[in-house]
């Protein structure tokens, strides 16, 4: 059984800094792609960061230059560190990962989500 657990949440003020995990297992981290999304009031679910199993990464604009996703394949572990917070980046964060590359990729495998909560 695949599972990811998020941690890593909590609430900041602006301009600080978070660092969230996700912790794998039942699934071979290194191979395929993972990501973070995140959910906001109102809003969408919004495609944050992807990497992939060559360590290659993309961003959405927005989060672009101020957070950066990577992966430890020996601890199985996902990282987003997430600096310079705005409040627009309040959301719920969730890892995700898929079965293939990322490109054209399918993100089967959620976690919980963790939230985060900027305060300006």
């Known amino acids: 059984q695949v599972q990811l657990v998020e941690s890593g949440g909590g609430s900041v003020q602006a301009g600080g800094s978070l660092r969230l995990s996700c912790a794998a297992s039942?699934?071979?981290?290194?191979?395929?792609?993972m990501g973070w999304f995140r959910q906001a009031p109102g809003k969408e679910r919004e495609a944050v960061a992807a990497i992939d199993s060559d360590e290659s990464t993309s961003y959405t604009d927005s989060v672009q230059g101020r957070f950066t996703i990577s992966r430890d394949n020996a601890k199985n572990t996902l990282y987003l560190q997430m600096n310079s917070l705005k409040p627009e980046d309040t959301a719920m964060y969730y890892c995700a990962a898929a079965g293939s590359s990322c490109l054209g990729a399918r993100f089967a495998y959620w976690g919980q989500g963790t939230q985060v909560t900027v305060s300006s």
């Open positions: 039942g699934y071979t981290y290194s191979s395929y792609c």
